[in-house]
């Protein structure tokens, strides 16, 4: 059913273990990944992001760890804890592909070079399904074709480099697509590629939303990808989840002064010259060298005593608009 | 908003081609024609945006322009004295470095455009050096003084590329562009690499500077909601030639090339209350070793007509609402004839 | 097993860190790895020690290595002779501690060598590109297919067996490896924006190349320098063992083992051939280690 939680995620956090110091690299992350919908998350460099989507798949370094919280996967077969699971054993192994896929943002890395598109496929649905090659094969085909790829039938038998980048990311999104999964993590897909393909990409995806109500994670630094596809937001700083809920009535009331900072300093397409940018003053911290209290608080305009000591808590407004400020009330209420 | 001041630089019939080359012996067999066949002017004072997408050759014409790269065919000419044009492209050595001086570049990527083995300082050195700074203690403050008017302290000089944040180290580079006090500046993807609260900053700093020094930029980037922002002047190229050229104001509300129509609609909108329903270009972008005959965007064109499949268009001046307005398309009066615009011959 | 201590080193790790008492280490981190390998430590050691002892011979014996003492030839060690005597009475320990002398020089000297030959090519070549660069290549090329052996056999058929000429033939034989080295990083380091804002301000190509890229070359170049170093050793004790290297009264590790081609001395006097052998085993494995060690640390890719 639209709407259904098919991943909830609960306090999420993880640390890395590099260089002999240790990085707090997410912090208390919730949120949830509902059937249908697209969860768009975003936040600059070194926010997370790209370390929630590993966590899900399990897909994290060796030198990390999922310190505490909990990855619950709605299966059919009841709810499933990710987290709790081995870290490449025979369960995760079988969720991977055929209930939770991925891609990622290059796709010529993603996909090996010195086999043919064809082959990974099929590989991927050997893996996953008891059908022969034969029905491998013809699938894989049917799958190129839905994607649209040109030509699927010799296509198959081409390798990676033979493809154009916009054609690659369909293939690796139709390696994702062939078992069927249920969710669709995207880290930066189309970021690598250009802004025309980038249109025809988005359009595939918002097809597979809509026709096999999928539940889709979108990682992306663009704003704009955000305004154009989310259903639903997660804003990210240095590892917190600022702000979250409904992406028309966080990106149109944002609450939290970093979501706010953030859509002020982008130039907006048709806004034309005389928009005014308002740059987010200071630079990240050190992720070795955290803040104590809230991330943000140090480059806040509207920081007080309180937030340069403690972390805020998560407050609800209105359905499931979430902010984590200690003034979020008062800013909410100046509306 | 008419042309600011006179002509600075001025490119025509400009053409970079690479040779691609097989076997033992090197021949020839065929040519990557990133830049192929572009005319345009630069006034002083203004900011002219280059946009496009990969494989366009936006990259190379900045280059090429700079004769960091040799063009094959054409002549770019620039004011070297008052009243007096000189073709970079028939300059020697020696005689190039007194326009090395008044033009220069900033990199896209923060994490290669300095040295990691030098300090700052030390970056800088060797360019002061030889345009004449000789004794040490003039290039500190000079260094010293570049780095303030980029909003960083003095004392950074001393330190090491890997200290600094992607930000800091492209402002480094903003300076080193300026170390020579030129003229006009290529900025090739200055802010694509940056994180997007960061190029609020550097796109503010590039403003500043173009105010306190009467700099003319050469923005090139894909990002039209950036250059929307910052340019004068658009110059929109697909497959090495240029297929319209603007004011940035006429450009987006009276889009005329229906390959600028695509690229516009397009691009995301980081306005949710503005989503809509759009038609992607259909196709991928072509290779500029193999560009299709008649109008390179023909393949692609939701308006292609017979003609366009084997006659080449040329970049043609309209005078549209009373501004210049050139348009590379076979139909190209048809369509602004379409729109409400009045259209000037 | 190792998930439990990973485990545990993790929870120190964060204790420390929750504690504040984990700071950023201005300390190289090429350096904390180098000292973090213990081989590389090991490695290190012994090379050290055995250069005290090669080069401060005369501390460590009173005889010399061409001493010949007819009176006491094939002495199994005992007090006098720590190491025993060879067929026409040399003192073994003191032709092993002399010999180490040359055999460390004829490999250290040749690495250095064809380093400097092949660096500067390299990086000057590999910068201007061109036909330079494909000359160049073509003649590394047909250096490097040169059967070494034949080569040494020709040259010492023409002036004799010398210590010059055997550093000389490891020179030519050795600088197109440094230079294919130096070469492909300069390729690479080419392509750096910040080579393209030196061309950009008209700066000369021989400054970009020498001063401002080699730096940045200049690590796996050291490393290949030690292993070059090794390299070297052994070659000439085979060519020593073969007859073709140093002049048999000169004492080199390679020399020393000659004597063992006799059946006579190899199954019967170990102590002529042995130690010599694993001396050089030893020494060369030392090298490697410290190159290995070097290699991993300077290597950003390497997680740790």
Redesign the interface.
Known sequence: MEGDTIIEVKDLSVNFYTNLRCNKALRNVSFNLKKGRILGFVGESGCGKSVTANSIMRLLPELSRIENGSITFNSDKGPIRIDKLPKNGSEIRKLRGSDIAMIFQDPMTALNPVFTVGYQLNEMLLTHTDMSKKEATKKSIELLADMGVPAPEERFYEYPHEYSGGMRQRAMIAMAMACEPKVLLADEPTTALDVTIQAQIFELMLKLRDEKQMAMMLITHDMGVIAEMADDVVVMYMGNVVESGDAVEVLTNPIHPYTKALLDSIPVLGRGKNQKLEPIKGSTPDPFDRPKGCQFAPRCDYATQICLEEMPKEVLFNKDHKVCCFRCKEFNNGK | MENKGEVLLSVKGLKTYFPIKRGVLKHTIGYVKAVDGVDFDVHRGETLGIVG??GCGKTTLGKSI?Q?VKPFEGSVDYEIEKDKMVDLTKLD?QK??IA?KKL??V???PY???????SIFG?FS??LK??GIKKIEDRRKIVGDLLESVNLPRKYMTRYPNEF?G??RQRI?IA??LS?NPELIVCDEAVSAL???????V??LFQKLQRERNLTYLFIT?D???V???ADRIVVMYLGKVVELAD??EL?SNTIHPYTN??????????????RK?I???G??PSPVNPPKGCPFHPRCPSCREECKSNVPKLTEYVINGKKHYVSCLFAEEFIKKSDSKLEK | MRKKSLSKKMDTLLYKENKGLLKSSNKSRVLRKILANKLAVVGAIIFILMVILCYGAPLFTDYSPTAIDLRNRLVPPNSTHILGTDKIGHDMWARILYGGRISIFIGFGSAVGAALIGVSLGTYAGYRGGMLDSVVMKFSEIMMSFPQIILVSIIVAITGQSLWNLIFIFILTGWPGMYRMARSQMLSIREEEYIQALQAFGIKKSIIAFKHMLPNAIGPIFVNITLSTAMFILQESSLSFLGLGVPMEVATWGNIINVAQDLTILREALWVWLPAGIVITVFVMAINFIGDGLRDAADPTQVG
Not at chain 2, 262 to 275: H, M, Y
Request: charged share 20%; no cysteine.
């Open positions: 997408e990969s700079l960091l050595n190039m470095d090395r220069q570049i990199f896209q990527d290669s455009s300095l040295n990691p083995s030098f970056s060797d360019p030889k345009f944040s930000g800091q580079g080193r562009a020579v994180d997007v609260s960061i190029q609020a900053q796109l503010q894909h039209l909601s950036v929307e922002y910052i940035t104001e987006f695509a690229l516009l609609s397009a691009i995301p909108i980081a306005d949710i209350t503005k989503r759009r992607p270009l259909q991928d972008v």
